[in-house]
């Protein structure tokens, strides 16, 4: 059984820190990594892809992925209040034809003013 | 260009009636995929159409359940006889290809009284 695996929180962290959010899985054989935003009542967003060990940045966020420890990890810098939701880590493990994609629990986070 | 659409946005039905699920995908993307979610609780994966490819119907927790992609475009969730633990948030996704970042639907909330 495929896994992917995440702290259900909630952390709370305050205004202007830094959020940590982690996941890790089972599959060896996963190639691509994605982590999404949820807020309450919404749909699913993407907030960022990584494919390759080490860091990836984009604006107030990075990803960091360390396939030999099979984790994966979301870093949101200077947290806003705005940024209070559920991260959802994704993990697709591709090849012979299938792209399944396996979704975390996920993270709430809460962002206090 | 037009985001993925579901219909309808909410469903009430009685126990055992059979309910068809809409989804419409970002027009070109190969790659569709149904998800399931409850109340506070992460994503279901369900099923996974990929071209012309069988689809991965994996994930479907019954044989209640079954979902027809037709043309390649629009996707069709049937359940029969459904039952009130039937009763949750249903997501459509849709990507370029297989493994790619998923663009959701709005969801349809369906419940079983």
């Known amino acids: 059984q495929k896994e992917v695996e995440q702290n259900s929180g909630p952390l709370s962290v305050p205004e202007g820190a830094i959020a940590s959010l982690n996941c890790t899985y089972s599959?060896?054989?996963?190639?691509?990594f994605f982590w999404y935003r949820q807020y309450s009542g919404k749909s699913p967003e993407l907030i960022m892809f990584?494919?390759?060990?080490g860091d990836k940045e984009d604006g107030r966020f990075t990803a960091q992925l360390n396939k030999a420890s099979q984790y994966v990890s979301l870093l949101i810098r200077d947290s806003q209040p705005s940024d209070s939701a559920t991260y959802l880590c994704a993990v697709n493990s591709g090849g012979g034809g299938g792209f399944k994609t396996i979704f975390g629990a996920g993270t709430r986070l809460f962002v206090k003013a | 260009g037009a985001g993925v659409s579901q219909s309808p946005s909410n469903k009430v039905t009685e126990k055992g009636k059979d309910v068809e699920l809409r989804c419409d995908p970002i027009?070109?993307?190969?790659?569709l995929y149904w998800y399931r979610q409850s109340l506070g609780q992460g994503l279901e994966f369900l099923i996974y159409?990929?071209?012309?490819?069988?689809?991965?119907k994996s994930g479907l927790p019954s044989d209640r359940f079954s979902a027809e992609r037709t043309g390649g475009s629009v996707s069709t969730l049937t359940i029969q006889r459904t039952q009130q633990e039937d009763s949750a948030v249903y997501l459509c996704a849709s990507s370029g290809a297989g493994g790619d970042t998923q663009y959701f639907g709005p969801g349809t909330r369906l419940t079983v009284l």
């Open positions: 990584i494919y390759s060990n």
């Open positions: 599959d060896r054989g996963s190639q691509s």
């Open positions: 159409f990929q071209g012309n490819s069988a689809p991965d």
């Open positions: 027009s070109g993307h190969t790659a």
